[in-house]
């Protein structure tokens, strides 16, 4: 199965390059480019789409709304793609809005070729793919600024979760990976792998960014210097 890759960056020259990477893939092609947000929605309608590699800032309609509205299901025209963040800056709050909208991951333009070429194949089979360390660095530089999507924090949502699995949480949130979760808790990664899955089910989580992001908005972990 080919992937279908989609460059949106008002930077052509970056553009280019990032097509240099993807299309001596075998396995992928870009079928489209755009320069901003609003032009990346209007050329979706029409163009199926795998994976969208989205830059945050940008003129007239950013990354991260052009993220909201695709994500949402309204601006996915013919196909239903995933979003991957690529941004300049490891510290961009703009970035992490994105992963709120429901962006698959966050990824630096500098990251080496082979890593991004891991994460569009890995986007697209549904995981995530924020580095943990990425993650730990994002959350504890915003999380005390972003808005909660309700007045109050939904703690209760936490309620389903088994004491096990609550602890589990804890540690996707810092940042750790699932072999990493694994050493902590004296557990088989593929145990702390049904555990993640069963905490995003019950939970109602797309994947382990969403799964941090609650995670602090519900005050289970907080920010480092709250």
Do not use: W
Not at 44 to 62: I, K, S
């Amino acid at each position: 199965m080919t992937i279908r890759v989609m460059l949106v960056d008002d930077q052509a020259l970056l553009r280019t390059g990032f097509r240099m990477v993807v299309e001596a893939q075998q396995d992928m092609e870009v079928v489209a480019e755009a320069g901003d947000g609003a032009e990346a929605l209007e050329v979706l309608r029409g163009q199926p789409v795998d994976v969208v590699l989205m830059d945050v800032r940008m003129p007239r309609v950013d990354g991260v709304e052009a993220t909201r509205r695709i994500c949402e299901g309204g601006e996915g025209g013919a196909s239903d793609p995933k979003v991957l963040i690529l941004t300049t800056f490891d510290l961009d709050e703009y970035a992490f809005s994105a992963l709120k909208a429901g962006a698959s991951g966050f990824m630096l333009k500098d990251v080496p070729p082979g890593d991004l070429l891991h994460a569009i194949r890995a986007v697209h089979s549904g995981e995530a793919v924020v580095a943990p360390s990425t993650t730990r660095r994002l959350i504890d530089r915003f999380s005390m600024v972003l808005p909660s999507a309700s007045p109050e924090p939904p703690a209760k949502e936490l309620e389903r979760l088994t004491d096990r699995e609550r602890e589990v949480l804890v540690l996707v949130a810092q940042g750790l990976s699932n072999g990493e979760i694994a050493r902590h808790l004296v557990l088989s990664e593929a145990t702390v792998k049904t555990h993640v899955g069963r905490i995003l089910a019950k939970l109602s989580l797309r994947d382990r960014v969403q799964a941090v992001v609650l995670a602090y908005e519900t005050g289970l972990v907080r920010a480092r210097g709250e």
